[in-house]
């Protein structure tokens, strides 16, 4: 997920670059805890997942 982020963070800002990509992602994680009504990923579940209607996960081999 962070892969390439990191990445330009680097290539355009060097450590702080870095740091401001992992911020930013890090604010991003925390504003949809909050807006799910959850204080940590831990309190996570299966049942906050939404799965639409018909999809099925692809069969690995």
């Given at each position: 997920?962070?892969?390439?982020?990191?990445?330009?963070?680097?290539?355009?800002?060097?450590?702080?670059?870095?740091?401001?990509?992992?911020?930013?992602?890090?604010?991003?994680i925390d504003s949809n805890l909050?807006?799910?009504?959850?204080?940590?990923?831990?309190?996570?579940?299966?049942?906050?997942?939404?799965?639409?209607?018909?999809?099925?996960?692809?069969?690995?081999?």
């Amino acid at each position: 997920m962070i892969g390439r982020a990191y990445l330009w963070g680097l290539a355009a800002n060097g450590q702080a670059g870095v740091e401001n990509v992992l911020d930013v992602l890090r604010m991003g994680i925390d504003s949809n805890l909050m807006g799910m009504g959850k204080s940590s990923i831990s309190e996570l579940s299966p049942d906050d997942l939404v799965i639409a209607d018909g999809f099925s996960p692809p069969v690995r081999d």
